[in-house]
């Protein structure tokens, strides 16, 4: 996978801001020789301005797809739990579409 245009400009900024190579690996879901790629000049937009500090993400580290994964089975364990305490409150329907829409976000 190449960084577009943009994404160029996201991960220069992330460099001049400071921020470590492998956690602007993490946060694109790359490896971190697509990062290092950008860093020495050899990608596809090599002239791409860095994106300016109020237009970057939060600085890392992010959560790893390791995390990911493990996050989104506790919430199958939450979900079949709360499925199973034969509870039909409001409450109950609440917690429950909360947790699904968590688990989708992370899928």
Known sequence: M???YRETQ???GMLERGDKQ??????????GGRVAEVSTGKCDY??????????????GPYVGAK????V?????EAIELLEGAGSNSSETQVALDAL?????KLA
């Not at 090599?46 to 600085?59: C, G, H, I, V």
């Not at 699904?100 to 989708?104: C, I, K, L």
């Open 46 to 59: 090599p002239s791409a301005p860095a994106a300016p500090t109020d237009k970057l993400p939060p600085p």
């Open 22 to 31: 492998h956690d602007i690996a993490s946060y694109f879901g790359v490896n």
């Open 10 to 12: 996201i991960v220069k």
């Open 67 to 70: 995390t990911v994964f493990e």
């Open 72 to 76: 989104r089975g506790i919430l199958d």
């Open 2 to 4: 190449t960084f577009s």
């Open 100 to 104: 699904r829409e968590a688990h989708r």
